[in-house]
Nanobody
Framework: VQLQASGGGLVQAGDSLRLSCAASGRTSVDYGLMAWFRQAPGKERVFVAAYRWGTRATYHADSVKGRFSISRDNADHTVYLQMNKLKPEDTAVYYC??????????????????WGQGTEVTVSS
């Protein structure tokens, strides 16, 4: 499984960005979960949002609820993270991740076997 993240950039506070994560290498069976994590400089990697493939359920960290939204492209294995009303504290490298089966601890990075390379988001004040 390969994950390709894209869409990061430098924006101002209040702007929007949409990140994409394209998955390849596993075409016969759907993924259990695809998720976004982020890591700010000098901090640990933390959960942002997750998409449950089978039920289409979505999960968002409290820090981004109401501003970020995870969604899926029905045509292929691509997950998006729409980020609105960006704040300077959203500055981080954003990573997409995937695992084959759903787990209730979807917020834990150690649950994910597959990771993309990261895309950097910088929000200026």
């Amino acid at each position: 499984v390969q994950l390709q993240a894209s869409g990061g950039g430098l924006v101002q506070a209040g702007d929007s960005l949409r990140l994409s994560c394209a998955a390849s290498g596993r075409t016969s069976v759907d993924y259990g979960l695809m998720a976004w994590f982020r890591q700010a400089p000098g901090k640990e990697r933390v959960f942002v949002a997750a998409y449950r493939w089978g039920t289409r359920a979505t999960y968002h960290a409290d820090s981004v609820k109401g501003r970020f939204s995870i969604s899926r492209d029905n045509a292929d294995h691509t997950v998006y993270l729409q980020m609105n009303k960006l704040k300077p504290e959203d500055t981080a490298v954003y990573y997409c991740a995937a695992r084959i089966h759903f787990v209730t601890s979807y917020y834990a990075s150690e649950q994910y076997a597959y990771w993309g390379q990261g895309t950097e988001v910088t929000v200026s004040s």
